[in-house]
């Protein structure tokens, strides 16, 4: 049984993140860890906390903190938002640790006896009025490529594409807003990923498992030419440039790039875990200490491919040392917020915090994986949220429950029923189940979350169909027995519901499987439906939980659309017929 590896991009450390970064990265490789844990895998699901580079020191002055002191913080804050949205990290790091640092020079060392890095001499905007350099994320200004006022001097958000600083147009401090920029000579180290070119283009193309986003974005960069990435910023805060142990000459008001010295942080994360008592990292990491034999998938966001696709594994390659590399690559475009991608730095959307001052963890998580920004952007809507919450999750999956559950309470006094055999209707219900199963199960594999959630969603509803098929409240008048039946199939498709539901909705799932007296955490049901519908034992105690999901009202949406931004659409009629 293969080992899975499972990381996703490192959120930012420059404060909460919105929803955005929780639909393109985390969440989906949380609920790919929960069920392949659900599966008996053994499962290492590291994350972190990027900390370093332009954005963590502005951040921190703006905030009036020192910027260790203000990462130290925000760290905590994002560790503890993500615990509450229920994201199972086995570990969750900070690529400030010493283990990221030494493993970011010791691979600068290895690249460079590599002659895949080399010193130059660079021609850089300096800000007269701020009396420093300006690195890349310092400086503002018009993307030369699609003409976006705000693109980064590293990157265009707008249009994806990878930039150079001095190739902006009408550029700025980003620090002060000051114009008075002049150019200047400095020395920086240059990562050679033009001579990577091929051995990069042969990985990529060997990876038949990443989807096409992943793919095309990685073939993008290929198809245009790889080009050798400065790897040094004139900066305070970061890795330090050092050679040999010491500082070197030259680069001591320098530090590592953020984006070569991030991703180095997986590896980091995992020696952090491993020094804490979790066991031994290389076999992880090291395919000459057994890494081989896992299965390493990465979840992240669309605009964040490149350098996963390119710069990362030109690193690791680059090396020549046996480090495991990515095996799926599963990219995410934008969740947009009313026609805007969600955004940090502009505080635009509903951010993780005040998302669980209003709902509870598991609407949210339900939501964004069913809605995912999988195969296209997807756009955020009040409207969408209260139905997938008062559709999906109180009518069809939690008034199933309760139903249920009251009914035992009242006439079986909250015991699984013994009496009866199951007739025909129920063997088809067997039949369906079995294939429902196996649908779910393939679509949790492959990484598919928003055919997982409609898998997951017609499970729920073929229990309801099954009970008004079934109408126990009617055979209970005239066939005690049947109506045991009923109610016995019912409950154990009440525990099947919490065990391939747990994955999405843990914290509901595990007040259903309490209820119901089954074992948490759960493992994957198998394939037999017949034997997973009868795995409660009779005579076992249930009990009545909460009412598992609230409805979301109009005055509801009224209240967060002026809260928040965004304008719902009029409600629709609503069906009143009562789903049991």
Same mark, same amino acid.
């Given at each position: 049984?293969?080992?899975?590896?499972?990381?996703?991009?490192?959120?930012?450390?420059?404060?909460?993140?919105?929803?955005?970064? #929780?639909?393109?990265?985390?969440?989906?490789?949380?609920?790919?860890?929960?069920?392949?844990?659900?599966?008996?895998?053994?499962?290492?699901?590291?994350?972190?906390?990027?900390?370093?580079?332009?954005?963590?020191?502005?951040?921190?002055? $703006?905030?009036g903190q020192d910027v260790?002191?203000?990462?130290? $913080?925000?760290?905590?804050?994002?560790?503890?938002?993500?615990?509450?949205?229920?994201?199972?990290?086995?570990?969750?790091?900070?690529?400030?640790?010493?283990?990221?640092?030494?493993?970011?020079?010791?691979?600068?060392?290895?690249? /460079? =006896?590599?002659?895949?890095?080399?010193?130059?001499?660079?021609?850089?905007?300096?800000?007269?009025?701020?009396?420093?350099?300006?690195? =890349?994320?310092?400086?503002?200004?018009?993307?030369?490529?699609?003409?976006?006022?705000?693109?980064?001097?590293?990157?265009?958000?707008?249009?994806?594409?990878?930039?150079?600083?001095?190739?902006?147009?009408?550029?700025? !401090?980003?620090?002060?807003?000051?114009?008075?920029?002049?150019?200047?000579?400095?020395?920086?180290?240059?990562?050679?990923?033009?001579?990577?070119?091929?051995?990069?283009?042969?990985?990529?193309?060997?990876?038949?498992?990443?989807?096409?986003?992943?793919?095309?974005?990685?073939?993008?960069?290929?198809?245009?030419?790889?080009?050798?990435?400065?790897?040094?910023?004139?900066?305070?805060?970061?890795?330090?440039?050092?050679?040999?142990?010491?500082?070197?000459?030259?680069?001591?008001?320098?530090?590592?790039?953020?984006?070569?010295?991030?991703?180095?942080?997986?590896?980091?994360?995992?020696?952090?875990?491993?020094?804490?008592?979790?066991?031994?990292?290389?076999?992880?990491?090291?395919?000459?200490?057994?890494?081989?034999?896992?299965?390493?998938?990465?979840?992240?966001?669309?605009?964040?491919?490149?350098?996963?696709?390119?710069?990362?594994?030109?690193?690791?390659?680059? !090396?020549? $040392?046996?480090?495991?590399?990515? *095996?799926?690559?599963?990219?995410?475009?934008?969740?947009?917020?009313?026609?805007?991608?969600?955004?940090?730095?502009?505080?635009?959307?509903?951010?993780?915090?005040?998302?669980?001052?209003?709902?509870?963890? *598991?609407?949210?998580?339900?939501?964004?994986?069913?809605?995912?920004? /999988?195969?296209? *952007?997807?756009?955020?809507?009040? /409207?969408?949220?209260?139905?997938?919450?008062?559709? =999906?999750?109180?009518?069809?999956?939690?008034?199933?429950?309760?139903?249920?559950?009251?009914?035992? /309470?009242?006439?079986?006094?909250?015991?699984?029923?013994?009496?009866?055999?199951?007739?025909?209707? $129920?063997?088809?219900?067997?039949?369906?189940?079995?294939?429902?199963?196996? *649908? @779910?199960?393939?679509?949790?594999?492959?990484?598919?979350?928003?055919?997982?959630?409609?898998?997951?969603?017609? #499970?729920?509803?073929?229990?309801?169909?099954?009970?008004?098929?079934?109408?126990?409240?009617?055979?209970?008048?005239?066939?005690?027995?049947?109506?045991?039946?009923?109610?016995?199939?019912?409950?154990?498709?009440?525990?099947?519901?919490?065990?391939?539901?747990?994955?999405?909705?843990?914290?509901?799932?595990?007040?259903?499987? @309490?209820?119901?007296?089954?074992?948490?955490?759960?493992?994957?049901?198998?394939?037999?439906?017949?034997?997973?519908?009868?795995?409660?034992?009779?005579?076992?105690?249930?009990?009545?939980?909460?009412?598992?999901?609230?409805?979301?009202e109009e005055a509801d949406?009224?209240?967060?659309?002026?809260?928040?931004?965004?304008?719902?659409?009029?409600?629709?009629?609503?069906?009143?017929?009562q789903i049991i």
């Amino acid at each position: 049984m293969p080992r899975i590896l499972i990381t996703s991009a490192l959120p930012y450390i420059n404060g909460v993140k919105h929803l955005g970064t #929780l639909a393109g990265s985390m969440l989906p490789a949380d609920v790919y860890a929960r069920f392949q844990r659900a599966r008996g895998h053994e499962v290492l699901y590291v994350c972190a906390t990027d900390e370093h580079g332009t954005p963590a020191e502005l951040a921190a002055a $703006e905030a009036g903190q020192d910027v260790f002191t203000y990462c130290e $913080e925000q760290h905590r804050a994002q560790r503890d938002i993500g615990r509450r949205f229920g994201l199972s990290w086995d570990w969750f790091g900070r690529s400030s640790s010493p283990q990221n640092a030494r493993l970011t020079q010791h691979l600068a060392e290895v690249l /460079e =006896d590599n002659r895949l890095i080399e010193e130059r001499l660079d021609t850089l905007l300096y800000s007269i009025d701020d009396h420093r350099f300006l690195p =890349d994320r310092y400086i503002e200004g018009t993307c030369p490529v699609c003409g976006y006022g705000q693109a980064r001097g590293d990157q265009c958000d707008n249009c994806n594409s990878l930039l150079d600083p001095m190739d902006l147009k009408d550029p700025y !401090s980003a620090v002060s807003g000051s114009r008075n920029l002049e150019a200047r000579e400095t020395r920086h180290l240059y990562l050679l990923q033009s001579r990577m070119q091929g051995p990069i283009r042969a990985w990529v193309d060997a990876k038949s498992e990443w989807p096409m986003l992943a793919r095309s974005i990685a073939h993008k960069h290929l198809d245009e030419g790889l080009i050798d990435r400065g790897i040094t910023r004139d900066l305070a805060w970061g890795v330090p440039v050092l050679r040999g142990g010491r500082p070197r000459p030259g680069f001591e008001a320098k530090v590592f790039y953020v984006w070569f010295d991030a991703p180095i942080e997986y590896i980091g994360a995992t020696q952090e875990w491993a020094d804490a008592g979790g066991g031994d990292w290389r076999r992880w990491w090291r395919t000459d200490a057994g890494a081989e034999d896992v299965r390493y998938v990465q979840f992240m966001g669309k605009d964040n491919v490149a350098f996963h696709a390119v710069s990362f594994p030109a690193t690791l390659l680059g !090396s020549g $040392e046996p480090w495991k590399t990515v *095996d799926t690559l599963k990219a995410f475009n934008w969740l947009n917020w009313y026609g805007e991608p969600f955004s940090t730095s502009h505080r635009r959307g509903v951010f993780l915090d005040t998302a669980l001052e209003i709902l509870p963890p *598991d609407c949210w998580r339900w939501y964004l994986t069913a809605n995912s920004p /999988e195969h296209s *952007d997807a756009a955020f809507t009040w /409207e969408q949220l209260t139905a997938s919450v008062n559709r =999906d999750l109180a009518d069809v999956l939690g008034n199933f429950v309760n139903r249920i559950l009251k009914f035992c /309470e009242a006439r079986f006094d909250g015991a699984v029923p013994a009496d009866g055999e199951p007739s025909a209707l $129920e063997h088809k219900l067997y039949a369906d189940v079995s294939v429902r199963l196996a *649908d @779910l199960t393939a679509q949790f594999e492959a990484i598919e979350a928003r055919k997982a959630a409609q898998a997951l969603r017609g #499970l729920w509803a073929a229990g309801n169909e099954y009970l008004q098929a079934a109408a126990p409240w009617t055979a209970i008048k005239t066939d005690q027995a049947r109506a045991a039946v009923i109610m016995r199939t019912a409950l154990n498709l009440a525990a099947l519901y919490a065990r391939v539901s747990a994955p999405v909705i843990p914290f509901a799932a595990e007040t259903i499987t @309490l209820a119901l007296g089954d074992a948490w955490p759960p493992s994957w049901p198998s394939l037999d439906a017949r034997a997973e519908l009868d795995r409660l034992a009779p005579g076992s105690r249930v009990t009545v939980p909460e009412v598992l999901f609230r409805k979301i009202e109009e005055a509801d949406v009224a209240a967060w659309a002026e809260r928040f931004g965004g304008v719902p659409r009029p409600a629709r009629s609503r069906d009143p017929r009562q789903i049991i």
